[in-house]
């Protein structure tokens, strides 16, 4: 039986497995190990060799994708329904609930924690229509100490309770203490916020674009090919290198439904923006708009037998096989590759398990 070993051509095997071109890991090393002998090449000149050990593991594909870290998509706000702006957050700066995110006419608009818009001013001697709204009022003028729930629910309708919090609220703020809660003078929003930008300046009319706020945590966005989409999903788990080389372990938040188009005039093609939030936000502290990059680990062979690919001896009449330190061969069939390892399985009557030694180039 002719054989003929393959001596640092794995892009040889590659082509005859059809290997998809990708940056690829593994779970654990396997290096050469003990006695060296000879051994012949196909045209007849001796190999320096030594033994390398039969592993299993999982052997992994890793690719990489270019992404963009920082704050999330910003939004904008507007800063009261009216008057003069007088006062702006810096930009920077995180506001809590309660917390100033600026003023108009020397009065302070507060931030307050909700999914519904201020929408109407409401409070006694104005809009005290039912409506939830009112509820998500009271629900903060709860969390914030100025009310209880016994007294407030909270529930859609407002009551004297609900006016007496809301001026125990305005006591804290240093205005008139009125009981009405005027459109302008909130803004809800999911959580505390970061002011990204400022979008009017001081002594600007108040009531359009004032301020862009984004949330807290800085994630990974990143553009994947509209054709790709399969590779990943919500909630997959991913790495990302920042830009100091330390690998953040991430999770994949969202992958937007709506296709950019691209342009095929500028050469891009269409994408999908995907959302991936790291695991420990603190990992990314002091960085914004950071090139970092995406790792995407996909398994091809979970508990494979293995054996370094430089191992494979290709037989003339076809296939494969790795050679005992006894000199015996074993006819092997190839799967996955990946990182110099391949996948095999004995072929025929031969045996071939985790522990034995094949013979490797030196």
């Given at each position: 039986?002719k054989?003929?070993?393959i001596?640092?051509l794995?892009?040889?095997?590659?082509?005859?497995?059809?290997?998809?071109?990708?940056?690829?890991g593994?779970?654990?090393?396997?290096?050469?190990?003990g006695?060296?002998d000879?051994a012949?090449?196909?045209d007849?000149?001796a190999?320096v060799?030594?033994?390398?050990?039969?592993?299993?593991?999982?052997?992994?594909?890793?690719?990489?994708?270019?992404?963009?870290?920082?704050?999330?998509?910003a939004?904008?706000?507007a800063?009261?329904?009216?008057?003069?702006?007088?006062?702006?957050?810096?930009?920077?700066?995180?506001?809590?609930?309660?917390?100033?995110?600026?003023?108009?006419?020397?009065?302070?608009?507060?931030?307050l924690?909700?999914?519904?818009?201020?929408?109407?001013?409401?409070?006694?001697?104005?809009?005290t229509?039912?409506?939830?709204?009112?509820?998500?009022?009271?629900?903060n003028?709860?969390?914030m100490?100025?009310?209880?729930?016994?007294?407030l629910?909270p529930?859609?309708?407002?009551?004297?309770?609900?006016?007496?919090?809301?001026?125990?609220?305005?006591?804290?703020?240093?205005?008139?203490?009125?009981?009405?809660?005027?459109?302008g003078?909130?803004?809800?929003?999911?959580?505390?916020?970061?002011?990204?930008?400022?979008?009017?300046?001081?002594?600007?009319?108040?009531?359009?674009?004032?301020?862009?706020?984004?949330?807290?945590?800085?994630?990974?966005?990143?553009?994947?090919?509209?054709s790709?989409?399969?590779?990943?999903?919500?909630?997959?788990?991913?790495?990302?290198?920042?830009?100091d080389?330390?690998?953040?372990?991430?999770?994949v938040?969202?992958?937007?439904?709506?296709?950019?188009?691209?342009?095929?005039?500028?050469?891009?093609?269409p994408?999908?923006?995907?959302?991936?939030?790291?695991?420990?936000?603190?990992?990314?502290?002091?960085?914004?708009?950071?090139?970092?990059?995406?790792?995407?680990?996909?398994?091809?062979?979970?508990?494979?037998?293995?054996?370094?690919?430089?191992?494979l001896?290709?037989?003339?009449?076809g296939?494969?096989?790795?050679?005992?330190?006894?000199?015996?061969?074993?006819?092997v069939?190839?799967?996955?590759?990946a990182?110099?390892?391949?996948?095999?399985t004995?072929?025929?009557?031969?045996?071939?398990?985790?522990?034995?030694?094949?013979?490797?180039?030196?």
């Amino acid at each position: 039986m002719k054989r003929a070993r393959i001596l640092g051509l794995a892009s040889a095997v590659v082509v005859v497995v059809g290997i998809p071109a990708a940056v690829v890991g593994f779970s654990s090393g396997g290096a050469p190990s003990g006695s060296a002998d000879g051994a012949g090449t196909a045209d007849g000149e001796a190999t320096v060799t030594a033994t390398a050990v039969v592993t299993r593991r999982d052997l992994e594909e890793r690719e990489e994708l270019d992404g963009t870290l920082g704050y999330p998509s910003a939004h904008e706000v507007a800063l009261g329904a009216g008057g003069t702006i007088t006062g702006l957050a810096p930009e920077g700066s995180v506001v809590e609930r309660g917390g100033s995110l600026g003023e108009v006419d020397g009065e302070p608009v507060v931030l307050l924690q909700g999914g519904r818009p201020m929408w109407r001013t409401i409070g006694e001697g104005a809009d005290t229509t039912a409506g939830a709204d009112i509820e998500q009022l009271e629900q903060n003028l709860i969390d914030m100490g100025h009310g209880t729930a016994a007294a407030l629910g909270p529930n859609e309708t407002w009551s004297q309770a609900t006016t007496a919090a809301v001026k125990r609220w305005q006591a804290t703020l240093g205005v008139e203490e009125t009981g009405v809660v005027d459109r302008g003078a909130v803004v809800f929003a999911p959580g505390a916020v970061r002011v990204g930008e400022h979008l009017a300046a001081v002594g600007s009319p108040a009531g359009g674009p004032t301020l862009s706020l984004t949330g807290l945590d800085r994630v990974v966005a990143l553009d994947l090919d509209a054709s790709r989409q399969d590779l990943l999903e919500v909630g997959q788990e991913v790495d990302v290198q920042l830009p100091d080389g330390v690998l953040a372990p991430g999770v994949v938040y969202s992958i937007a439904s709506v296709v950019d188009p691209g342009d095929p005039n500028q050469g891009t093609a269409p994408t999908v923006e995907v959302i991936i939030a790291l695991t420990d936000p603190a990992a990314a502290a002091g960085l914004d708009q950071a090139p970092v990059d995406v790792q995407i680990v996909s398994v091809q062979a979970a508990d494979a037998l293995t054996v370094p690919v430089d191992a494979l001896l290709a037989l003339a009449e076809g296939g494969y096989a790795v050679e005992r330190p006894d000199g015996d061969l074993v006819g092997v069939d190839i799967g996955a590759f990946a990182d110099g390892f391949v996948e095999v399985t004995p072929t025929g009557a031969s045996s071939l398990d985790e522990g034995d030694e094949v013979v490797v180039p030196s």
